[in-house]
């Protein structure tokens, strides 16, 4: 397994990208519009006209003063904004460097970013990024811009190894703040991380920015976070370089670290519902392009209900 992806592997997910979504010059309601921009419109969507309602059109578009003026159907038609800034924020601490089946974390949140990036990029929005985590280089942060100059840079980024360090340096909230500093109202912000964590610090920051922005979070997992493999009494450094041994063949021991996880995740799931921001899984044991589409295609199922 590759520890990190290659530049021309990323580069290669722009053929992939096209199935996450349309160019947004198709109008929001109609049949035509792309996975991708279905789920993530209303970021910025503008009054396009009104029209005479056509069977399988969306009736929470109706408009209905014209129709009771009319006793004709009639619908408010949209059309998606053609630029939008999207930030797609992705960690590279020591704790990407993982996995235990198929690949890394750290290869699977680039994949991640690469082929949300070139979807957005079809759109026409201003892409941009960020990685953080790494104690080396730090935050290093790619302004939104026209073109593929941000995506380039950030997956360029992601290409480079993170230098191995005793401990991480973990600063997910404050590269959040960082990331939509001077941002325009309703740009989209993808977070592609290890989530594995105490959300209630995650989950202030949150708060703060899903008021002027719309926010998605990608957690990276690998089955090891839930069921740890039985290898008798083994040592493990934790993010902070403590020394953790643990008999990983007790069953006690494998249920305390099952029930921690789900635990956690649970906290995560919740936070995430309460502040109305897509959660949207990857796992290292499954292809990333099969799983996007799944988890677009269960939200579009969910927004149409």
């Not at 993530?40 to 109706?62: K, L, S, T, W």
């Not at 912000?189 to 949150?206: G, K, M, P």
């Amino acid at each position: 397994m590759a520890l990190f992806p290659r530049l021309d592997d990323l580069l290669e997910l722009r053929h992939q990208a096209h199935t996450l979504g349309l160019p947004s010059r198709h109008l929001v309601n109609s049949s035509f519009a792309g996975l991708y921009a279905s789920v993530f419109r209303g970021a910025g969507i503008n009054f396009e006209e009104v029209r005479e309602y056509r069977e399988g059109d969306d009736i929470r578009y109706m408009d209905w003063k014209v129709t009771a003026r009319t006793f004709v159907p009639h619908l408010k038609v949209y059309r998606e904004e053609r630029e939008r800034s999207v930030v797609l924020c992705v960690d590279k601490g020591p704790h990407m460097s993982f996995g235990t089946r198929h690949t890394f974390k750290s290869v699977q949140a680039a994949r991640a970013a690469a082929l949300l990036g070139w979807a957005a990029s079809r759109l026409n929005d201003r892409v941009g990024g960020m990685t953080f985590g790494d104690p080396t280089t730090g935050i290093q942060h790619f302004r939104p811009s026209r073109g593929r100059r941000g995506l380039w840079q950030l997956l360029r980024a992601l290409s480079e190894p993170t230098a191995a360090a005793a401990k991480s340096a973990d600063s997910l909230a404050g590269a959040l703040q960082r990331a939509v500093r001077g941002l325009p109202t309703g740009s989209l912000v993808f977070v592609i991380a290890d989530l594995n964590r105490d959300v209630h610090d995650l989950e202030r920051t949150l708060g703060n920015l899903i008021q002027r922005h719309a926010v998605v979070l990608i957690p990276v997992d690998d089955p090891a976070d839930w069921e740890i493999p039985a290898m008798g009494s083994t040592t493990f450094t934790g993010t902070d370089g403590e020394l953790i041994e643990i008999d990983t063949d007790d069953p006690a021991a494998q249920k305390a670290y099952r029930d921690a996880w789900r635990h956690r995740r649970d906290l995560l799931r919740t936070a995430a519902h309460g502040l109305n921001i897509l959660l949207l899984p990857v796992r290292t044991d499954e292809d990333i392009h099969t799983t996007l589409i799944r988890g677009l295609e269960h939200r579009a199922r969910l927004r149409a209900l």
